[in-house]
Structures are given as structure tokens and as C-alpha cells.
């Protein structure tokens, strides 16, 4: 494996940066999409499960499919990232929108009629209470969402764009171990590493979480 | 020298301009500079290892090379080829020459000039073929020894009495090509039991037929595998399978003197022998193909 | 969006294999397979820790680990070590299925109302009987919902199989991919999502079917 590695270092590194980009550039984008669509969900709580359910639905397309019908729907070029960002984009959607609404709706009426009461309007109200208090549902989403795109980048070696998935072909086409299992262990520590900022990131920004 | 260095600044400029234009996108990935070359491949290991040594000869002269390996099947890398993802790749003559050959392939072309002839004919526009290599990789079909010697086996004139009994499998193109299945069913008059689809050449087709859940596969005739495991390639004798040179496919505006020097460099140097040998060392050794690619170069003085 | 493919009757003759019918067949037997290989694992170990509260921590987080390996280069993996058939597969998708189970039935054991469970107890159940009587039926529609959520994935991802050769439903993209052919692509996107739809259909009837009426409404 090692001698692999020293080989390799420049492919394994270069995978490595695509693997990055493709799969968390669709997590803030999906983040930005997410957040009006779930808060409408709560808005309008007659809209909540006909949202929920296209989610489930634009979740159970293999995402095999998506990377290949992109490029016919959008008319990007065949190995264009942008199909990949925007085949996560829409899975991270379709997983963020749902826990947005579910951690709005989480959120204790007593506290929203406080807000309303102290002179909060709606869009005020939304931003300094209604947000921050189902902040750890949603973080909890967003962890969710960045792990299983960090591991959905690489069915995209199938077509030929796919991070350490190109490991996993290359390794496979020759019958040859090492390269698959340094692009797992590699796509698995990226998670682990992402999902732990995440993490920290939430610890800070939610102080009040832990004092309870 | 002045003129060509001259030549050489309104190439790049006509380059750098239409690399700016071509695409506006800000998500995509930073426009090709002048110059670049993003070198595709096929997804089998061979396609892999011609494309890196492509890419290292370029290099060699000093051209900025981008790497897209392992794109797909042709009729994936050419569309990726045409749309401008990629600029340059290596192809087989004869299997290229097929594919853009919507009415078959004209009756008597099978010898590498001809077949060279007839595909600069069909070439999508924008796109050249530059000299072609004395290498070639052949469609084969092949059988264990144990089969072939079950049912006296050796030509593909010879599997038409036992082919409804047998199971082919090969990638999942070759079930609808002409040079594949439906010429067998024309020109020779075979029709499998079953087709199973697999990979193109790699790993599963070779341990299906070691294993007997395939009798007949579609391999490359450079396949190490064969030699390795005693595996006996069908002859062709009426020629379905065309001559398969080894030949750069360029997008015109990718082509300059340079270019076209680095790569009938390669090609002037590439032949059946050892191309077989450094897949080998590849494929059975599993070396590197960056480190295969550069020991070809050094060691033909490229 | 060109839908000839499917709906060319010819693609839908159960007794050609290749047909549409005899992939959803395959296709859900590796699904079935590894959701039952996967609860046989992950449903004692999830009601173990959930019941007795020790190993909390890998239940927690069984989950994210879970969804960190990338399905492909698992099976990708396998096969090199095992060979090509449907062992490796199953392997790769039972690994995909066990964190979603093993976390929902973790977390229906913990969430559990301990006045209820303490109440049995005071009845004098067996602690056998409070298991099976009071904190499984309890449990039911949270780990219902991980089991959902565990099909819901391997339906779709269940289509890596024909990445190695392989069956499934896969094979409508990797051959219609290979030959360039969208329609056909098409189709095995549009027959996974409706499967994986009609999946969480019939296990959502199941549900309704085994939870206890006491409990609607809850969940």
C-alpha cells in the first residue's frame, strides 16, 4: 500500500481534491436550497407531506441514473462535475428540506408566542429564534447529508468523474487490492473528518446545548 | 525558425480564444489553456496505459497535459470527444471505423491502410486520426482449452454447430455491435444461448470463463490473460473482426506540429509485441501505469 | 425523455432473461436478502444495547460510520478478495443496511416511557415478557421507520450489482450506458424509484399491520 501511495501520490492527491469539491460544493448548495424549502413546509403545513414525499421519491433514484440523465436534461458536457454537484445537490436537498421543516416545527410554540410577544416579527422571529433553536436538528441533517455524499462521489467513476472512486475502477479493472482500498479508507477518513468539524462547529455555535 | 515560432503564437492565440469562448461556465473546470491537451481514455487498462503514454510523450515536449482515464465505453468517449471534455485519445482503427459506420463497414476492407482510407472518410468533423501504429489489438472471441478441444475448435466457422449449447459474455456493448454479436449472427451464422454482459476484456469476463460460467469470451488479443491461462482465441477467417491499429484521435484545434511529433514519436515505436509486454507488466505484475508508460518511453528513446 | 424502451412489451417477456421482469426479480432478491441478513445482524445487537444501555457509543454512531463507506468500492473490494458472484454483493449491501437498523432499534429501546416499562415490571412480568410484551411492541414504529429508511437505500443502490456483473436493475444503466442507449437508462431509473416507492408502501402496511393500535398516533 505504501508503495503504492509513493507511486501514486499525485493521482491519489488529485482524486482526493476532486473527491473534496464534488461532493461538498452540493452540500452548501443544497444547504442554500434547503432552507426556504423546508421553512415553507412550515409555513404552509398543509404543503409538509407532499414535500416530504417528492423528497423520498428524488431520494430513492439511483444516483447512477442522475450522473447519466443530467447531462441530457441540463446539456452539459458527458464528463462535466457539474452533473455530479448537481446530482448531490438534489439528494442533499431532498435530505436537508425535510430536516429543516421537522427542526422548525420542533421548535416549542410557548417560545415562538414569546417572540411574537416581545415584538418579534416573522422574519426576525425566524432568524434569531426560530433558526438558532432547531439549529441541532438541522446540523444533524447536514452531518447526515455530507457523509452520504462524500461516499456517493464515487459511483461517478463509473462515468469517468469520480474522486477516489477512480481508484476503485482502476484497482478493480486489474484485480489489483491496493488502490481500492486506499481510495476506502481515504473516502472514509474524509468523512469522519468532515462529520467531526461539523460537529465542532455545532458545539460552538450552540452553546446552550450543552448546558442543559 | 522565426516562422515557426510565429506559426506557433497564432496557433495559441486561436487557441486561447476559443478556449475562452467555448465555455462560459462558472462551475466547470478552468478553461483549457492554450496549448492543453486533455487526453481520454476507455475503460479497460490498455486504453489506460496508451493514454499515459500519450500524455508523457506530450509532456516530454513540453505540453500541458490534462488526464480524463477511464471515461467508458466508445460510444460514451466519443460523445465526450465531440462535446470538447476531451481531446485526444487512443483508438483502434478498424472498432473506430465500425462505429461511425451506421450501414456497415464496405465489403472488403480489412488491412490497415484500407481501413485507415475509409475512416478518414467518416470522421465527425473537427476531429483527425494521425499516423497509425504497426500495434494491434483484435476483437477475439476465446475459449478455454477444454472447450476447444471438446468441440474441435479453431476457427469461428467451427463454433457455429455448438453455439446455441454455450454461453459468450464479454462488455455489454459487444452484445449490440456489429463487430460483435450481430456480425457473428450474419457472417458467420452464430447465435449464443446467452450473452452475458460483463466488462470489456477485464477481470470478470476472464474469471467467468476460467470458471466455466461463460465458454466463450470477448477478449483482446494483447490480453496477457490469454497466454497465462492457455486460452485459445478463435481464428476469424472471413474477417468480421477488422484490422485494430493502434492510432491517435485528435480534435483539430488540440493538433499543432508539436502534437502530431510526440505522437508519431509513440506510434513509429508501438508494436504488437511489446505492447503486449508492457501490459503485461501491467495487467500480470501490476505495476504502475504511470511508471509502464515511462519505462516505454525511456527505453524506445522518446 | 424518450420511454420507448420501456414501454416495449418485448423488454417486459418474463421469460427472456434480461427482461424488465426478471431484473425487478433479481433486483429484489439481493434487496431481500441483504435486509434480512442485515436485521438478522443488526436487530439483537440494537435491542441488546438499547434494552441494557452498554456500548451506547457504537450504536450512535454505527450509523454515520455506516454511511461513510462507500458501497461501491466495498463491493469493488470484495470481489477481489472473493471472486465474482453474489456473495461480494451481498456483502457490500448488508454492510450498507445495518447502521440504519441497528440505530432505529438502539433508539426505539432508549426512547422508550420507563413508567411503562416500570410499571410491567411492578406487574410482575418475566423480564422476558417485559421485553417481548411491553418494550418491543413499544419500540416497533421507530425501528419500522430505520427498516424503511435501510430498504428505501438498498433498492436503490442495489443497482451496483451489475457493476460487477451482476444482475438487477443496474443492468439497465451499465448496458444502456455502454451503448449509449438513454432510454434504457431511463427506464431503470424510473422501475428503481417506482419499486422503491412501492417497497416503503408494503413495508409501511406491515407496520400498520404489526404496531399495536394502542400505540397510533404516537409514532
Not at chain 1, 413546509?41 to 407532499?50: K, M, S
Not at chain 3, 463491493?75 to 449491501?93: K, Q, S
Not at chain 3, 437505500?153 to 450489482?161: C, D, E, G, H
Amino acid at each position: 500500500m505504501i508503495e503504492y501511495l509513493r507511486n501514486n501520490h499525485v493521482i491519489v492527491w488529485q482524486a482526493l481534491q476532486e473527491h473534496l469539491y464534488l461532493a461538498l460544493l452540493p452540500v452548501l448548495l443544497g444547504f442554500v436550497i434547503a432552507l426556504p424549502l423546508g421553512y415553507l413546509a412550515v409555513r404552509f403545513p398543509r404543503l409538509y407531506h407532499p414535500l416530504t414525499n417528492v423528497y423520498g421519491i428524488l431520494y430513492s433514484i439511483p444516483s447512477l441514473a442522475l450522473f447519466v440523465f443530467l447531462p441530457v436534461i441540463l446539456g452539459t458536457k458527458v464528463l462535466s462535475p457539474i452533473n455530479i454537484v448537481v446530482a448531490l445537490t438534489i439528494y442533499t436537498v431532498a435530505l436537508l428540506a425535510r430536516t429543516v421543516a421537522d427542526g422548525l416545527r420542533s421548535v416549542d410554540a410557548v417560545v415562538v408566542q414569546a417572540a411574537t410577544a416581545m415584538g418579534y416579527r416573522r422574519t426576525r422571529r425566524l432568524i434569531s429564534v426560530e433558526l438558532p433553536i432547531a439549529l441541532p436538528v438541522i446540523l444533524a441533517g447536514l452531518r447526515v447529508a455530507t457523509v452520504s455524499n462524500i461516499s456517493l462521489v464515487s459511483v461517478g467513476s463509473l462515468i469517468g468523474i469520480g474522486g477516489l472512486g477512480q481508484l476503485f475502477t482502476r484497482g478493480f479493472q486489474l484485480f489489483y487490492m491496493e488502490p481500492i482500498l486506499i481510495g476506502v479508507i481515504l473516502s472514509v477518513l474524509l468523512a469522519a473528518i468532515a462529520d467531526l468539524i461539523i460537529v465542532l462547529v455545532q458545539r460552538a455555535i450552540t452553546p446552550w446545548t450543552r448546558v442543559a | 525558425m522565426k516562422r515557426i515560432t510565429a506559426a506557433f503564437a497564432g496557433l495559441a492565440m486561436s487557441l486561447s480564444l476559443t478556449a475562452c469562448g467555448a465555455d462560459s461556465d462558472p462551475l466547470a473546470e478552468a478553461p483549457a489553456a492554450a496549448g492543453t491537451v486533455t487526453v481520454g481514455s476507455a475503460n479497460f487498462p490498455e486504453s489506460q496505459l496508451l493514454g499515459e503514454i500519450y500524455a508523457q510523450a506530450l509532456e516530454a515536449k513540453g505540453v500541458t497535459v490534462t488526464r480524463k482515464f477511464n471515461i467508458g465505453a466508445r460510444e460514451v468517449y466519443l460523445k465526450a470527444l465531440q462535446d470538447g471534455s476531451i481531446s485526444l485519445l487512443p483508438e483502434y482503427n478498424g472498432a473506430l471505423l465500425a462505429a461511425l459506420s451506421p450501414n456497415g463497414v464496405p465489403a472488403g476492407v480489412s488491412s490497415p491502410d484500407a481501413v485507415l482510407a475509409e475512416l478518414k472518410k467518416v470522421l465527425p468533423a473537427g476531429t483527425e486520426v494521425l499516423t497509425q501504429s504497426a500495434a494491434e489489438d483484435k476483437d477475439t472471441l476465446t475459449v478455454s482449452a477444454e472447450t476447444a478441444a471438446k468441440h474441435n475448435l479453431k476457427t469461428l466457422d467451427d463454433l457455429k454447430a455448438v453455439a446455441p449449447t454455450l454461453v459468450a459474455g464479454g462488455g455489454p456493448e459487444f452484445s449490440e455491435r456489429q463487430q460483435g454479436l450481430k456480425g457473428l449472427k450474419e457472417v458467420y451464422g452464430v447465435e449464443f444461448k446467452e450473452y452475458k454482459s460483463l466488462d470489456p476484456g477485464g477481470p470478470l469476463t476472464v474469471g467467468a470463463l476460467k470458471d466455466g460460467t461463460i465458454q466463450v469470451a470477448n477478449l483482446f488479443s494483447t490480453d496477457s490473460s490469454i497466454v497465462t491461462n492457455k486460452f485459445v482465441p478463435l481464428e476469424d477467417p472471413k474477417n468480421l473482426f477488422l484490422s485494430e491499429n493502434i492510432i491517435p484521435l485528435i480534435r483539430t484545434e488540440a493538433n499543432n506540429a508539436t502534437v502530431t511529433g510526440a505522437l508519431d514519436g509513440v506510434s513509429g515505436k508501438l508494436t504488437t509485441e511489446n505492447l503486449t509486454s508492457y501490459l503485461a507488466q501491467v495487467q500480470v505484475d501490476k505495476k504502475d501505469i504511470a511508471v509502464v508508460a515511462k519505462a516505454f518511453l525511456s527505453e524506445n528513446g522518446l | 425523455m424518450n420511454l420507448s424502451y420501456l414501454f416495449d412489451p418485448a423488454h417486459w417477456d418474463l421469460g427472456v432473461t434480461g427482461s424488465i421482469p426478471e431484473l425487478i426479480l433479481s433486483h429484489l432478491g439481493y434487496v431481500a436478502l441483504a435486509l434480512l441478513i442485515g436485521a438478522v445482524i443488526a436487530l439483537p445487537v440494537g435491542l441488546y444495547i438499547g434494552h441494557t444501555g452498554k456500548g451506547s457509543f457504537i450504536a450512535i454512531n454505527a450509523g454515520n460510520a455506516g454511511r461513510s463507506l462507500p458501497t461501491l468500492g466495498l463491493l469493488m473490494l470484495m470481489v477481489t478478495l472473493l471472486g465474482l458472484g453474489l456473495l461480494p454483493v451481498l456483502i457490500a449491501l448488508t454492510v450498507l443496511v445495518i447502521p440504519p437498523i441497528l440505530t432505529s432499534s438502539y433508539a426505539g429501546m432508549r426512547n422508550l416511557d420507563h413508567r411503562v416499562v416500570d410499571a410491567a415490571r411492578g406487574m410482575g412480568m418475566h423480564p422476558w415478557e417485559v421485553l417481548t410484551k411491553v418494550e418491543l411492541p413499544m419500540a416497533l414504529p421507530v425501528m419500522m421507520s430505520g427498516f424503511r429508511n435501510a430498504a428505501l437505500q438498498v433498492v436503490a443502490t442495489a443497482t451496483v450489482a451489475a457493476s460487477v456483473g451482476l444482475g438487477g436493475l443496474g443492468r439497465l444503466l451499465i448496458d444502456g450506458l455502454a451503448v449509449n442507449d438513454y432510454s434504457r437508462v431511463l427506464a431503470g431509473a424510473i422501475v428503481v424509484a417506482v419499486l422503491a416507492v412501492l417497497v416503503d408502501l408494503f413495508l409501511a402496511l406491515i407496520q400498520r399491520w404489526i404496531v399495536s393500535p394502542g400505540l397510533k398516533g404516537l409514532s
